[in-house]
């Protein structure tokens, strides 16, 4: 999704620009331009394609310049080239904007209307054109983007310069995040703390409708009435460090095996031999949770994965009724919200556009409170949220989410166990639930070793144009994940099914050319797996099985191939078996040469509706 960067300093900010952009490449993009002002001019320069590309142009041609703005744009509006990358200028403005203006189309025919010629196709611009309409008319540039905003309707988080306030970037933001990076003699803005950990830790978060000024000297905060607002100073615990790649030739890769560490911290000090400690949630958390008589989860993507995982558990151990639901189908769906429902939102950026509107929706629809499970501390999911419970993965930036998956099972699993323990589930097995937890980073180290059997497995895939992933029970979510990672980043068509439908419907597609890979639970639904891969046999498919390694099942002869994991127990199982998914997924796509870290198309942090 598009990234901003903006800088008010005393020295020339375009290779500070740059930096920051790289940091945000993990958000996914397809075109990056930067801006500056230099003695009453602007000078900017745009490419289609990677930073490093807008880079080399910028490197051929320099200028120097301590006021800038830049950016990297996900296309919405316009197909990804030149003339639609940002930033946009109008007369004395230029423009970068994250988001979408719903009311585009009426305010650019207005400004047609007035003279106005466009040179893009974008709806960003129309917001640069207002602004200058607004400086042309008197108003100095806060006072022009405060009465440009007023005017929008949609989703945006901007930074605007005009070469008639040299010195100055003025940002907004509505429905996007945007934060204000404090340093010393110098100010700037970005999508995100990663965009500025190179310059500095301190940040200040906006709020929603926050309007910020900023100099080399100074930073003043609005609100939407023009108002002074105060907002604080916080140090970012990120260190540039966390973002390297190391020794891993991806980012993916090195997130799939920070696993163990990351599921360990988000374990610290929360849970112990006798259970999971009080108050995790809160003190006051823990009193709203003992009147949970329901669950609502509601999320996007890996996160909606670790959703449909959480509804096993939470209805099996702690015997809530809960429902799972993609946060873009949820807010305009007339939801029934039983007395009791409690409203849990998962996310690992806690700015996806979907869910954080989902959560508003919440509001008005009679929740007993609101509870987030995300990785970003100061982010907008987890301001609104009643509770939280941190997911401790770190910086995640490979687009195809790993680390952070697994981090919500451990934090939903603790979810899980408090509930349980509440609501009465029997001594002997809540006890071998949390031992079991205690151990899911061992479980998923010894998992991370299958890694070139793994590499052997992948070999049977790289030329095929689909695979079908098969799961039963807890382990249907894990296929659905396994799928998912498969066609992010291999691009080969991927789909899941509970085993038991595949009869219904998918056992057409079965034939020597459809791999179908399963993970098979070592529990009383593997005999009914077991006869479901049978019918894939008779059919000529290829079978490559997960299998836990005590699960019994007998060869697949020449047409397959099982693994044996070590699943660490039918609590923790589905973390345990996401992880040579992730492997396989990966090494796919490093075999047929995609994009591991950047899938086409893809975004990580997705930001707009
Ligand atoms: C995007 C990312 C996915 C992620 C989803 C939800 O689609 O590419 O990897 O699972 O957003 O993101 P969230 O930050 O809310 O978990």
């Not at 129309?126 to 905003?149: D, P």
């Not at 005017?151 to 005009?162: D, N, P, Q, R, T």
């Not at 669950?295 to 996007?300: D, F, L, N, R, W």
């Not at 019918?535 to 498919?541: L, M, P, Q, T």
């Amino acid at each position: 999704m598009c990234g901003i960067v903006a800088a008010a300093a005393q020295r020339d900010v375009a290779p500070l620009l740059i930096v920051g952009l790289k940091a945000l490449e993990y958000r996914g993009y397809d075109s990056a331009g930067l801006a500056v002002l230099d003695r009453g001019e602007i000078h900017r320069v745009r490419a289609k394609g990677k930073v490093r590309e807008m880079e080399s142009l910028y490197l051929a041609d320099p200028f120097p310049g301590s006021t800038g703005i830049a950016h990297t744009r996900w296309a919405t509006h316009g197909v990804p080239n030149e003339a639609n990358a940002h930033p946009h200028m109008a007369g004395s403005v230029a423009l970068v904007h994250n988001g979408i203006i719903e009311n585009y189309a009426a305010l650019r025919a207005d400004l047609q209307a007035r003279g106005h010629e466009f040179t893009s196709e974008t709806d960003t611009e129309v917001m640069a054109a207002l602004i200058n309409e607004h400086m042309e008319s008197g108003l100095g540039l806060r006072e022009a983007v405060l009465a440009t905003v007023r005017e929008l309707e949609g989703a945006y988080a901007i930074a605007v310069v005009s070469s008639k306030e040299p010195g100055r970037v003025v940002g907004a933001r509505h429905g996007a995040p945007l934060l204000v990076g404090v340093g010393i003699g110098e100010h700037f803005l970005g999508s995100d703390a990663q965009a500025l950990i190179q310059v500095t830790n301190k940040i200040i978060y906006l709020d929603e409708d926050d309007v910020a000024d900023i100099t080399r000297d100074s930073v003043a905060i609005y609100s939407l009435d023009g108002e002074r607002v105060q907002r604080s100073v916080h140090e970012s615990e990120l260190s540039a460090d966390a973002v390297e790649r190391g020794e891993f030739r991806h980012y993916m890769q090195k997130e799939i095996f920070e696993q163990p560490n990351a599921v360990a911290a988000t374990l610290e000090a929360r849970i112990g031999p006798h259970g999971v400690l009080p108050s995790i949630f809160g003190v006051d958390g823990d009193e709203l949770l003992t009147r949970v008589r329901g669950v609502h989860i509601i999320a996007c993507g890996t996160s909606y994965h670790a959703g449909l995982v959480a509804k096993y558990w939470l209805e099996e151990h702690a015997r809530l009724p809960v429902s799972v639901e993609v946060a873009s189908e949820y807010r305009y769906r007339e939801a029934v919200v039983p007395d009791g429902t409690l409203f849990v939102a998962i996310s690992q950026s806690g700015e996806t556009a979907d869910t954080l509107a989902a959560m508003r929706e919440s509001r008005r629809r009679g929740y007993l409170g609101t509870l987030a499970i995300c990785n970003v501390p100061e982010s907008s999911v987890v301001r609104e949220a009643d509770l939280k419970l941190m997911t401790r993965a770190g910086p995640e930036i490979g687009v195809a989410s790993t680390k952070a998956f697994t981090t919500q099972l451990a934090a939903l699993a603790l979810l899980t166990l408090h509930l349980a323990q509440q609501r009465g589930l029997e001594r002997g097995r809540y006890i071998d639930l949390c031992t079991q937890l205690q151990h899911m980073p061992r479980a998923i180290e010894n998992a991370l070793k299958l890694e070139p059997q793994v590499i052997a497995l992948a070999e049977h895939l790289i030329h095929r144009q689909h695979a079908l992933f098969l799961g039963r029970g807890v382990q249907y979510p894990v296929a659905l994940e396994g799928s998912l990672k498969l066609k992010e980043i291999s691009y080969i068509h991927a789909e899941a099914y509970p085993a038991g439908e595949l009869k219904h419907g998918p056992l057409a597609l079965v034939d020597e050319d459809m791999p179908v890979i399963a993970v098979a639970p070592n529990g009383p639904l593997l005999d009914k797996l077991k006869s479901n891969l049978q019918e894939v046999r008779a059919r000529g498919g290829e079978l490559l099985v997960f299998a836990d390694g005590e699960a019994s099942l007998e060869n697949h002869g020449a047409r397959g191939v099982t693994l044996r994991i070590n699943g660490g127990g039918d609590f923790i199982a589905p973390a345990v078996f996401t992880v040579p998914l992730q492997l396989l997924a990966y090494h796919v796509a490093v075999l047929r040469g995609t994009d591991v870290d950047q899938p086409r198309n893809l975004a990580k942090s997705v930001t707009v509706e």
